[in-house]
């Protein structure tokens, strides 16, 4: 299925990088240049995989059958996941081989990069062809998905650029020379942005400042018509001192393709299916329209220091981002006139503070706090006050996935199932307020490590029958390093439903009057990095 290819796409199969040092954890997956200076320095290729073992017991699942359990989306929405009584019990297994060349003809001044992805439920399907398909019994199953393919060529000394399928994450930092770990917790932390792309990327380091110019072609459609969707940034960073960065970007989107292209029958942009299946914000283009037009820009700053702990006692991070835009409609009888139909004014922001109570960075205590403005009225006053993300375009392709939670908002640990409360941080337009709280204990450093957690969160703006207050969650995690590269990991969480579940533009995916049940998962995950 199209959406769980692309959940776990980038779900997962960006998190190469362990911490930095002093404090590395070969369990986290490494960069890919990180994992090509382990090998021998002669080489000019190199591959290595990531491997992910799922088994989860859970109350949620699709009531829609054609879906078996692969899907994308918020909770209780069109995706029609739910809970009830019933406990589902699957397993889940995911590949990815990642492939570096770098010729010594071309000085190593070249190189092309790919990495692949095999997932599937066990058990599915045999004898066929399909993503996130081909473990029932006797395999032989087509089943190879690309993430990326692309090229990189030093121009000059701290300048390079990326042609090709990759990594399209709202940050300054290169994706292929920074750890995850580090990209998910500074910059914009893949709040608006975290997917893959074909584009054009400059990546540069001069004047003391780093620099990334890009340009993406996120659908083309037809070629010979103007009904396509780019998006364009420059985004900048500076290193203050020590651990201190403070960072700057600039984006902007022109979408003419009225929603054409796109996953599946779910269409793409600002007016389709594929927006409320994400959990984002559906503009409501008039029925006759002949033709509109988006454009939307971000803006915004942000700043970190030691996020990881590596270097010091205390840490954080922080971003603000202004999201303006507006959408266009043909006036009848006017062929290439348009009119304003919405404007766009939103706005979002995020602050995380972190401690270090022992001798591991990962003895820490962690406080996030997440605002994103949300909208009453649509579009009736001519604006929309909340916030767009990449998911109004992919499925998905903005991933806030390390606030802290499993089911209030999206975690990680995912191969075919991608779903929470809130999967975008807009939440449907209503806009989003919530905090998070983690206490991580290294148990028996190295090996042994343990992290409890809570979150709450609430609606910006009162739905209609329903309440503001979202709901509570409680989590837990160990993991146990049996070998170096090599670990098992139990994880667990329940959520406690506020009263905003009980208005029925929420529940829009599930049956039955009232609250739903409150869901909760259980889970157990063997990860192996291959090097």
């Known amino acids: 299925m199209f959406v769980s290819s692309l959940a776990s796409s980038f779900a997962l199969a960006l998190a190469f990088a362990p911490p930095p040092p002093p404090e590395p954890d070969p369990l986290v997956e490494k960069a890919p240049e990180q994992i090509k200076r382990t090998q021998k320095e002669d080489s000019a290729f190199q591959i290595y995989g990531y491997f992910l073992t799922r088994a989860e017991m859970t109350n949620v699942s699709p009531q829609n059958d054609l879906f078996k359990g692969q899907i994308v989306g918020r909770l209780f929405g069109p ?275 972190a401690a270090r109570w022992g001798k591991s960075p990962r003895d820490h205590v962690t406080l996030d706090v997440l605002y994103t403005s949300g909208d009453h009225d649509g579009l009736e006053d001519g604006t929309y006050s909340g916030v767009v993300t990449g998911n109004t375009w992919g499925s998905p392709a903005a991933v806030f996935t390390t606030f802290g939670t499993y089911l209030l908002l999206p975690h990680a640990n995912v191969v075919n199932r991608f779903y929470a409360a809130a999967t975008d941080i807009s939440n449907i337009g209503y806009g989003l307020t919530a905090a998070s709280l983690g206490f991580g204990a290294d148990i028996v450093r190295n090996q042994l490590y343990g992290r409890i957690g809570g979150a709450v969160a609430q609606s910006n703006i009162q739905p209609v029958g329903g309440k503001k207050f979202m709901g509570a969650e409680v989590n837990g995690t160990i993991s146990w390093r049996v070998r170096p590269l090599l670990s098992i990991e139990g994880h667990a969480a329940y959520l406690r439903l506020g009263d905003y579940f009980r208005s029925p533009e929420i529940v829009t995916g599930s049956t039955g009057a009232g609250r739903p049940k409150d869901p909760w998962t259980v889970f157990l995950t063997l990860k192996w990095l291959l090097v």
């Open 79 to 353: 995706n029609t996941t739910t809970t009830s009584p019933d406990r589902a019990i699957f397993l889940e297994q995911r590949l990815i081989p990642f492939i570096i060349a770098e010729p010594k003809l071309l000085d190593r001044r070249a190189r092309l990069r790919a990495s692949f992805e095999l997932d599937w439920t066990f058990g599915d399907t045999s004898n066929s062809t399909g993503g996130n398909f081909g473990s029932a019994i006797t395999a032989d199953q087509v089943n190879l998905q690309t993430q990326n393919v692309a090229v990189e060529i030093d121009l000059w000394k701290g300048w390079s650029v990326n042609v090709g399928l990759q990594r399209l994450y709202d940050t300054a930092l290169d994706p292929y020379r920074t750890p995850i770990s580090n990209i998910q917790l500074s910059g914009n932390r893949m709040a608006f942005w975290g997917t893959d792309a074909v584009g054009v990327v400059l990546h540069g380091n001069q004047w003391g400042q780093r620099f990334k110019i890009g340009a993406y072609q996120l659908y083309e459609n037809l070629i010979q018509k103007d009904d396509d969707v780019a998006l364009f940034e420059l985004a900048t960073d500076r290193h203050l001192g020590k651990t201190w960065h403070v960072g700057g970007h600039l984006r902007y989107l022109r979408d003419a393709s009225m929603g054409q292209g796109g996953i599946g029958i779910l269409g793409q942009g600002p007016d389709s299916s594929l927006v409320d299946y994400n959990g984002g914000y559906r503009f409501t283009i008039p029925d006759g329209t002949e033709s509109w037009r988006g454009h939307f820009a971000w803006v915004g700053g942000d700043t970190s220091f030691n996020p990881e702990l590596t270097a010091g006692r205390f840490g954080g991070s922080a971003f603000a981002v202004g999201n303006f835009g507006q959408i266009v409609t043909s006036i009848p009888n006017q062929p290439g006139d348009y009119q304003k139909l919405a404007n766009v004014l939103g706005v979002a922001a995020n602050v995380r503070a």
